[in-house]
């Protein structure tokens, strides 16, 4: 991968070069890319499909909540990134000493976690293309990811992976999502007035769509390609922007496909090893064809998520091993999947409830990376010479703060139950 950004906030960007108009566009699609696509993994699929069918047309207040919290969350953590050009582990020691371990471990525990569970994801998608066992599947696809870590050029073969299949998941959803006719006049409606408010799902869907590894995937990779500083803020911005829309309309977008198959009277199993509701409505919803289509559609979503998790987990090596050199990183990323690959083969939980609880695990852990990112551009405006951060910005951001740490609140028993679906 590309060489790490040093600690220091006056470092300059990782090639040392100034970069042209066409490297930064490059490198912010594959910031933004690389921060959907972590978002928009297996866990995602999951979750949408598996709390549309038990709320219905709801889950859109959901979705709506989930899209505004991850806004206030990536912009705050893109810009301040941007802003101090240093990691994310770096900024939490320097605002407050010992925080930038804390944050790390929690960090490389959750991704950890994730990366099961994509791993599981990658499982359930052969399963659906081609009829294969999850556990096989997985396998297959872990060593699909760590090939590509191997390669030489595995820094180029991501960015390009993740935005080609980033484009085939959005298509092949978008397809489904029309086929389904889902009561879209209802799903507007209970956006902003559900039925139905639950606390336990938002922490669920927000964790897995900007919780634990994913709220720095899209800052580490924009950093790592060197598009920092004051002077690159507005593209910056706007590439944060960029990816919470694409994210959010993904999200709808699979929650309409799902509820369109609900709302016909399709009952989706959610319960034992083998519950794949996604692939069940994907076939209610085009038969056979739909059900292959699903299989492409969770592999590239898993694979996609099995590659931005390592990716960005291992930028956190860094903090307990600043010499970490890009080989060595490469390297920690192929274990780091390998791992990952063992403990799913090795766990006994039902993919699919495993992929629903790393989404609420990841959102507990959420509130806790954000709340030193906020204190940090309070407390310590050293960090960032010559730039201010926005008072509306900050203002949110501890808003943000305080409804996530609720939510994390109310919300632990209920994740933890998720293990035992």
């Given at each position: 991968?590309?060489?790490?950004?040093s600690?220091?906030?006056?470092?300059?960007?990782?090639?040392?070069?100034?970069?042209t108009?066409?490297?930064?566009?490059?490198?912010?699609?594959?910031?933004?890319?690389?921060?959907?696509?972590?978002?928009?993994?297996?866990?995602?699929?999951?979750?949408?499909?598996?709390?549309?069918?038990?709320?219905?047309?709801?889950?859109?207040?959901?979705?709506?909540?989930?899209?505004?919290?991850?806004?206030?969350?990536?912009?705050?953590?893109?810009?301040i990134?941007?802003?101090?050009?240093?990691?994310?582990?770096?900024?939490a020691?320097?605002?407050?000493?010992?925080a930038?371990y804390?944050?790390?471990?929690?960090?490389?525990?959750?991704?950890?976690?994730?990366?099961?569970?994509?791993?599981?994801?990658?499982?359930?998608?052969?399963?659906?293309?081609?009829?294969?066992?999850?556990?096989?599947?997985?396998?297959?696809?872990?060593?699909?990811?760590?090939?590509?870590?191997?390669?030489?050029?595995?820094?180029?073969?991501?960015?390009?992976i993740?935005?080609?299949?980033?484009?085939?998941?959005?298509?092949?959803?978008?397809?489904?999502?029309?086929?389904s006719?889902?009561?879209?006049?209802?799903?507007?409606?209970?956006?902003?007035?559900?039925?139905?408010?639950?606390?336990?799902?938002i922490?669920?869907?927000?964790?897995?769509?900007?919780?634990?590894?994913?709220?720095?995937?899209?800052?580490?990779?924009?950093?790592?390609?060197?598009?920092?500083?004051?002077?690159?803020?507005?593209?910056?911005?706007?590439?944060?922007?960029?990816?919470?829309?694409?994210?959010?309309?993904?999200?709808?977008?699979?929650?309409?496909?799902?509820?369109?198959?609900?709302?016909?009277?399709?009952?989706?199993?959610?319960?034992?090893?083998?519950?794949?509701?996604?692939?069940?409505?994907?076939?209610?919803?085009t038969?056979?064809?739909?059900?292959?289509?699903?299989?492409?559609?969770?592999?590239?979503?898993?694979?996609?998520?099995?590659?931005?998790?390592?990716?960005?987990?291992?930028t956190?090596?860094n903090?307990?091993?600043?010499?970490?050199?890009?080989?060595?990183?490469?390297?920690?990323?192929?274990?780091?999947?390998?791992?990952?690959?063992?403990?799913?083969l090795?766990?006994?939980?039902a993919?699919?409830?495993?992929?629903?609880?790393?989404?609420?695990?990841?959102?507990?852990?959420?509130?806790?990376?954000?709340?030193?990112?906020?204190?940090?551009?309070?407390?310590?405006?050293?960090?960032?010479?010559?730039?201010r951060?926005?008072?509306?910005?900050?203002?949110?951001?501890?808003?943000?703060?305080?409804?996530?740490?609720?939510?994390?609140?109310?919300s632990?028993?209920?994740?933890?139950?998720?293990?035992?679906?």
């Open positions: 991968m590309d060489s790490a950004t600690g220091r906030p006056d470092a300059p960007a990782p090639s040392g070069l100034v970069q108009a066409a490297d930064r566009r490059s490198s912010l699609v594959a910031a933004v890319f690389l921060m959907a696509t972590s978002a928009i993994g297996p866990g995602f699929i999951t979750q949408t499909a598996t709390f549309t069918a038990t709320m219905g047309a709801a889950f859109a207040f959901g979705i709506l909540a989930s899209v505004l919290i991850d806004f206030v969350v990536q912009l705050n953590i893109w810009r990134v941007a802003v101090t050009r240093m990691r994310a582990s770096d900024i020691n320097a605002a407050i000493p010992g930038g804390v944050l790390a471990v929690l960090i490389i525990f959750g991704g950890l976690i994730f990366n099961i569970g994509n791993i599981a994801g990658s499982g359930l998608g052969l399963n659906a293309l081609v009829g294969l066992d999850p556990k096989i599947g997985g396998a297959l696809s872990a060593l699909v990811a760590i090939g590509i870590f191997s390669s030489k050029r595995a820094g180029v073969a991501v960015d390009r993740i935005v080609v299949l980033g484009l085939v998941m959005i298509a092949l959803t978008l397809f489904v999502a029309f086929t006719a889902p009561p879209v006049g209802e799903a507007l409606r209970q956006t902003v007035w559900p039925d139905e408010i639950n606390f336990a799902t922490t669920t869907i927000v964790g897995g769509t900007v919780g634990g590894y994913i709220t720095y995937a899209g800052a580490h990779r924009m950093l790592d390609k060197g598009t920092v500083g004051i002077e690159n803020l507005g593209p910056v911005t706007r590439a944060a922007l960029s990816g919470i829309a694409v994210t959010g309309v993904m999200r709808f977008v699979l929650f309409l496909a799902v509820l369109g198959v609900v709302a016909g009277g399709v009952t989706l199993d959610l319960s034992g090893q083998a519950a794949n509701p996604a692939a069940q409505a994907f076939y209610a919803a038969g056979e064809l739909g059900l292959r289509l699903f299989g492409v559609v969770l592999w590239a979503a898993a694979i996609t998520s099995v590659i931005g998790a390592a990716y960005t987990s291992v956190f090596f903090t307990f091993n600043p010499r970490l050199t890009e080989r060595g990183r490469a390297w920690s990323t192929v274990v780091f999947i390998a791992v990952s690959l063992a403990a799913y090795v766990i006994g939980t993919p699919a409830a495993l992929l629903v609880f790393v989404g609420g695990f990841n959102g507990l852990i959420l509130p806790i990376g954000l709340t030193i990112f906020i204190y940090a551009a309070w407390a310590r405006p050293d960090l960032m010479p010559g730039y951060h926005p008072l509306w910005l900050t203002v949110l951001g501890v808003l943000t703060c305080a409804l996530t740490w609720w939510m994390g609140y109310r632990i028993g209920p994740i933890f139950a998720f293990l035992s679906m």
